[in-house]
C-alpha cells in the first residue's frame, strides 16, 4: 500500500491502525488510547466523496440555448477554471490540516508515554498499582478512627519502600521532615537537647548522650535510656526521624517521654520543657598537667571550625597531651570527619568506601598538620559512625591510645537524595573501611585499654565523677613522660 493512501486511511479511521489501543495509564488507571475518525468534509460532514446518480441519456438534443453575448463563454470559462482550482486547493489544505492535527496528537501521545512508562519487571508494575488502589478504595470504606488524607497515604507508600529494605538507616523524609533535619546540623532547634540513637537490641530508640545545660540534663535524662513513649504514643517501630519529630515542638512546650532505664523496676516518666538549643559540637577545657580536653559530641559542618578553633587554643595554652572525647558521638557528615581528621593525622589513607558495584572512593590526608603531642581517645557503645572513622584511623596509625569500651559499629554510609518536591530520602550506598581495611560493621572498634563506665558514681553524686576520663588522664601522663 502507498505509505500517503494510508496514512490517508488512518484519517477516516479504515485503515490498519484506526482501531483502539488501551495502555496503560498513570496511576494504575487505564489509559484510552483511542484513534478518532477523521472529518474529510466542513462542519462536521462525512469525508465519504459519493458519486452523484448520472441520470440516463435520451438521444433527443436538448433546446438551443439563447445565443450569448459576445466574449460571455470565455468569461464563464475563466471563472469556472478559477472556482475549480480554490475548491481543489481548499480540499488540499483540508487535507494537510487533518494531517498535521493528526501529527500533534499522536506526539503528545507518545511524549506522554515517554513521560511514565510502567516497567513491568519492576515492583511498581499494573498489578501492584491496582492493588494499591484495592487498599486505598478498602480504606475509603472502612477505616474508622479518623479522617486520612490522600497525602498520609502517598508519605505512607514512600516510606514503605524504604522500610521494606530492613535498613534502619534508609528512610523517606518529606520537606518538612528535611527542613528540620537541616535546622539540626546546623546547630540549632527547638527541643529538649538530647542526642537519640537506635538500640539493636530492643530496636527501640534510645538517649545517646546529654547537652550539657539542655532540658534533657535538667530533666535527669541519661545516656541509654530507652524511649517507649513519647506523649502517650508508643516509638515502637519508629524511624529515628519520627521519633525525633514527636519530641521536637515549639518553644515553651512540654514533652513527657516513658523511659525504661537499667536498675529500674518500673516505667519512668519524665515530662521535658522545649526551648531553642544550640548544639556545642566541640567543647575545649584546659586540663591540669599540660593536658587538654576536647570533647565531640557530632560530626556536622559547623564541627570542622571549631575544632580547629579548639586545637588553636590548645596550643595557645600550651598542649602537651591531649584527650579527645567521642563518647555519646552518633556520627554525622563524612566530609566533616575527614576534614578534621586531616588536623590530627599523618600522611595516608583516612578512610576508603566500596559502593554496591565495586567503586571505591579514597579520602587521603597529606600530613601537613599531624598532631604533634601524645594522644588518648575516649570511645563508648555510643560512638558510631563517623567516630569510628576517626577512632579507627587513629588506632591503625598507632597515634593515640583508646579507653573505653567497644563502639557502636555502623561501617556503612548514606547519603540524603533530595527531590524537585523538597522530600528526600536518606539511603545506605556504601561501606567504609579503615586505612587497613577493616570494616567494622556489626563488630565496632576494641579499646586498647578497657575501662567500664561507672554510671552509679557518677549520678549518685553532684560531682559527677567520671572515672573513664580519669583513666584517660592515667594514660596520658604515662605517655607524655
Known amino acids: 500500500m502507498d505509505e500517503n493512501k494510508a496514512y490517508f486511511d488512518n484519517l477516516s479511521g479504515s485503515g490498519?491502525?484506526?482501531?483502539?489501543?488501551?495502555?496503560?495509564?498513570?496511576?494504575?488507571?487505564?489509559?484510552?488510547?483511542?484513534?478518532?475518525s477523521g472529518t474529510g468534509g466542513r462542519n462536521g460532514q462525512s469525508g465519504e466523496y459519493?458519486?452523484?446518480?448520472?441520470?440516463?441519456?435520451?438521444?433527443?438534443?436538448p433546446a438551443r440555448a439563447p445565443k450569448a453575448e459576445r466574449g460571455?463563454?470565455?468569461?464563464?470559462?475563466?471563472?469556472?477554471?478559477?472556482?475549480?482550482?480554490?475548491?481543489?486547493?481548499?480540499?488540499?489544505?483540508?487535507?494537510?490540516?487533518?494531517?498535521?492535527?493528526?501529527?500533534?496528537?499522536?506526539?503528545?501521545?507518545?511524549?506522554?508515554?515517554?513521560?511514565f512508562e510502567l516497567n513491568e519487571d519492576s515492583a511498581l508494575n499494573s498489578d501492584t498499582l491496582g492493588k494499591m488502589q484495592m487498599l486505598e478504595e478498602t480504606i475509603d470504606q472502612y477505616f474508622y478512627l479518623w479522617d486520612?488524607?490522600?497525602?498520609?497515604?502517598?508519605?505512607?507508600?514512600?516510606?514503605?519502600?524504604?522500610?521494606?529494605?530492613?535498613?534502619?538507616?534508609?528512610?523517606?523524609?518529606?520537606?518538612?521532615?528535611?527542613?528540620?533535619?537541616?535546622?539540626?546540623?546546623?546547630?540549632?532547634?527547638?527541643?529538649?537537647?538530647?542526642?537519640?540513637?537506635l538500640d539493636e537490641a530492643t530496636t527501640l530508640p534510645k538517649i545517646s548522650g546529654i547537652i550539657a545545660g539542655a532540658p534533657s540534663e535538667e530533666a535527669d535524662l541519661r545516656a541509654n535510656d530507652l524511649i517507649y513513649e513519647v506523649d502517650g504514643v508508643s516509638t515502637y517501630g519508629m524511624s529515628l526521624t519520627e521519633v525525633v519529630s514527636l519530641i521536637k515542638g515549639e518553644e515553651g512546650t512540654e514533652v513527657l517521654l516513658t523511659i525504661i532505664r537499667e536498675g529500674e523496676s518500673d516505667y519512668l516518666e519524665v515530662t521535658v520543657s522545649r526551648r531553642k538549643v544550640e548544639t556545642p559540637t566541640v567543647q575545649y577545657k584546659k586540663m591540669e598537667d599540660g593536658m587538654a580536653y576536647i570533647q565531640l559530641t557530632e560530626f556536622d559542618e559547623i564541627s570542622i571550625t571549631q575544632f580547629e578553633k579548639a586545637l588553636g587554643d590548645a596550643r595557645a595554652d600550651g598542649m602537651e597531651g591531649l584527650i579527645l572525647d567521642l563518647r555519646a558521638n552518633p556520627g554525622g557528615s563524612l566530609n566533616?570527619?575527614?576534614?578534621?581528621?586531616?588536623?590530627?593525622?599523618?600522611?595516608?589513607?583516612?578512610?576508603y568506601t566500596e559502593d554496591k558495584n565495586g567503586k571505591r572512593s579514597e579520602y587521603t590526608c597529606d600530613g601537613g598538620r599531624e598532631l604533634e603531642v601524645p594522644l588518648v581517645v575516649l570511645i563508648d557503645m555510643n560512638s558510631a559512625s563517623a567516630s569510628e572513622i576517626m577512632a579507627g584511623a587513629i588506632k591503625d596509625y598507632g597515634i593515640g591510645t583508646l579507653v573505653g569500651t567497644t563502639t557502636f559499629g555502623k561501617g556503612?554510609?548514606?547519603?540524603?537524595?533530595?527531590?524537585?518536591?523538597?522530600?528526600?530520602?536518606?539511603?545506605?550506598?556504601?561501606?567504609?573501611?579503615?586505612?587497613?581495611?577493616?570494616?567494622?560493621?556489626?563488630?565496632?572498634?576494641e579499646p586498647d585499654v578497657v575501662c567500664e563506665f561507672d554510671g552509679e558514681a557518677y549520678y549518685g553524686s553532684e560531682d559527677h565523677p567520671d572515672n573513664q576520663l580519669e583513666k584517660a588522664k592515667e594514660v596520658l601522663r604515662g605517655q607524655m613522660r
Open 16 to 36: 490498519p491502525e484506526g482501531n483502539s489501543r488501551t495502555g496503560e495509564g498513570r496511576n494504575g488507571q487505564s489509559g484510552e488510547y483511542a484513534r478518532q
Open 412 to 445: 556503612i554510609v548514606q547519603q540524603i537524595i533530595p527531590f524537585r518536591d523538597g522530600s528526600a530520602v536518606k539511603i545506605t550506598i556504601s561501606a567504609y573501611y579503615t586505612p587497613k581495611g577493616n570494616n567494622i560493621h556489626g563488630i565496632g572498634i
Open 336 to 351: 566533616a570527619v575527614v576534614e578534621m581528621a586531616r588536623m590530627l593525622l599523618p600522611e595516608g589513607m583516612i578512610v
Open 72 to 115: 460571455s463563454g470565455k468569461g464563464l470559462f475563466f471563472g469556472g477554471l478559477i472556482t475549480g482550482i480554490a475548491g481543489a486547493l481548499l480540499v488540499v489544505a483540508i487535507c494537510y490540516l487533518g494531517i498535521y492535527i493528526q501529527n500533534i496528537v499522536e506526539s503528545s501521545k507518545r511524549e506522554a508515554e515517554a513521560g
Open 50 to 61: 459519493v458519486r452523484q446518480p448520472v441520470p440516463e441519456w435520451t438521444p433527443i438534443p
Open 148 to 197: 486520612v488524607e490522600d497525602q498520609d497515604i502517598r508519605d505512607g507508600i514512600y516510606r514503605g519502600m524504604l522500610a521494606s529494605l530492613g535498613d534502619p538507616y534508609s528512610e523517606y523524609y518529606t520537606a518538612e521532615e528535611l527542613n528540620a533535619l537541616m535546622e539540626q546540623t546546623e546547630g540549632v532547634y527547638f527541643g529538649i537537647g538530647a542526642y537519640i540513637g
